[in-house]
């Protein structure tokens, strides 16, 4: 009798792996789901750099507002808009975030997010002062790179 009770546990053990490696599985396989109509982005992690872009983008024309010129730094731009202390952190999980200001703070400044593997799934993208998002799939995004839609 025990040795059928080990038995049945060890089919119920294999049985429940069996079951969490398909659904793991199928999981990965999910195309992405935009997240809003509209939305440009092709993954998950590219919706989330995007997002980041846009909010820094934000906090920069309501930063110019108050003060008549550009933020510096990211750091300049915590508890502007929406954008938080946690945001000043260039590690953006598949993403990097580069920040330059122009010489001039009136002048602009130039915001990357480069992938750490660039693929399909992981364009570069590249923003400043006029708020235009652009995108690369090939190389480090730039001002002459395609506008995202």
Same mark, same amino acid.
């Given at each position: 009798?025990?040795?059928?009770?080990?038995?049945?546990?060890?089919?119920?053990?294999?049985? !429940? @792996?069996?079951?969490?490696?398909?659904?793991?599985?199928?999981? &990965? /396989?999910?195309? $992405?789901?935009? #997240?809003?109509?509209?939305?440009?982005?092709?993954?998950?992690?590219? !919706? @989330?750099?995007?997002?980041?872009?846009?909010?820094?983008?934000? &906090? /920069?024309?309501? $930063?110019?507002? #108050?003060?008549?010129?550009?933020?510096?730094?990211?750091?300049?731009?915590?508890?502007?808009?929406?954008?938080?202390?946690?945001?000043?952190?260039?590690?953006?999980?598949?993403?990097?975030?580069?920040?330059?200001?122009?010489?001039?703070?009136?002048?602009?400044?130039?915001?990357?997010?480069?992938?750490?593997?660039?693929?399909?799934?992981?364009?570069?993208?590249?923003?400043?002062?006029?708020?235009?998002?652009?995108?690369?799939?090939?190389?480090?995004?730039?001002?002459?790179?395609?506008?995202?839609?």
């Amino acid at each position: 009798m025990k040795r059928r009770g080990r038995l049945v546990k060890r089919h119920i053990r294999w049985a !429940a @792996a069996f079951v969490l490696v398909v659904s793991l599985a199928a999981a &990965a /396989q999910t195309p $992405y789901q935009p #997240k809003f109509k509209g939305d440009p982005a092709k993954s998950d992690s590219e !919706a @989330a750099a995007l997002g980041y872009m846009r909010t820094v983008l934000r &906090a /920069q024309k309501i $930063y110019f507002k #108050k003060n008549n010129k550009f933020a510096g730094s990211l750091a300049d731009l915590v508890h502007t808009g929406s954008f938080t202390k946690r945001m000043v952190n260039p590690d953006r999980g598949d993403y990097a975030v580069g920040f330059r200001p122009k010489k001039d703070p009136k002048d602009g400044f130039d915001l990357t997010l480069t992938p750490k593997q660039l693929d399909a799934e992981h364009r570069s993208f590249y923003a400043d002062e006029d708020g235009q998002i652009h995108a690369d799939d090939q190389a480090p995004a730039t001002e002459k790179s395609p506008v995202v839609k």
